[in-house]
């Protein structure tokens, strides 16, 4: 490996070591539910890597003991997962690289890896590009493993370190915190914590993740509205 | 279910999740200007989400408030403490996440309550 690819590598594995931490923890979690549902190994390994959506995959797991409903299967997978729509429009410019590893970013932009890759700015002697791709990659992996370890010894291994998943909750936390003492303006930033929380206690928390996404593009809308009304009076 | 129909079901969640990832990078795609309107949209969104997903982590409280949820959220505050303190973000999630599981096994308010 050429030294823009390690040092790329290095940082990237420094960056996603919480992450490492909490999908051993939850991606075992996930292969034990499929193991104890009766599945092979094979089912959480191969859904972890083709489908890399953990919420997701917890609730197609439960589907696959039902009867086969491709509709519901559909439309939950998209009400779940609209969520990363508007991770897409968010990493437009920054995941507009050139080849392949473009279209590897994107199938890969799960949660973990939209968050580390978008608020992370590598010192300059690091490549960007490649930190990314090795933060998606390295993310992909440790869910992938781990399901597969869970789903492999899901009868054997007993879990002692309850509470570990709670690196997930710090991780989001420590992301959050950062942007906030780097940003001039936190509108955006409390409009998430707002809108979301209202909708948690309203809706519940099936419903309030993708409707506090639209709720939040329409504040966007009122706000340039207002911007480019004020604009046009001036 | 069959095999063919698990096949089906598993290839279904996986080409859905691809088609949320996707979409926007194709109605945007990278050779044509994006409109100003979705370049601003995408400036403002980030910190928005950041902010969502920390809720999403407490998702489970308002329904299902427990001792655990009182655990998460002092657990949640000391996170925050530590990195407005030190700015550093193993220590912070490591002495977040060790408070979490310390309370969690040592602490057991039921039996005190």
Known sequence: MDTVKS?????ALKKTLPIMTGFLFIGMAYGMYMHQEGFNFLYPTL??????????????ANLLIHSFDPLSVLFLTLIINSRHLFYGISMLEKYNVAGWKKYYLIFGMCDESFSVNYATDPPKDIDQV????YVTCLNQFYWVFSSMLGGLFGSIIHFNLKGLSFVMTALFIVLFVDQLLRENNHFSSLCGILVSSILLIVLGKELFLP???????GIFCIKENWRVKTHESN | MSLTEEILTISIAAFGTILTRFLPFLLFPGNKPIPIFIQRLGKFLPPAILGVLVIYCYKDLPANFTSNSVFEIIAGVITVLVHLWKKNMF???SIGTCSYILLLNFFNLTSIL
């Not at chain 1, 040092?7 to 940082?11: D, Q, R, W």
């Not at chain 1, 859904?47 to 959506?53: K, L, P, R, S, V």
């Not at chain 1, 409707?211 to 593009?217: A, H, K, N, R, V």
Request: charged share 5%.
């Open chain 1, 211 to 217: 409707l506090s996404m639209l709720l939040i593009t």
């Open chain 1, 7 to 11: 040092t790329a590598f290095k940082f």
């Open chain 1, 130 to 133: 490649w930190f990314m791709f």
């Open chain 1, 47 to 60: 859904m972890a890597f083709t489908i890399f959506a953990g919420s997701l995959e917890f609730v197609i």
């Open chain 2, 91 to 93: 220590l912070s999630i």
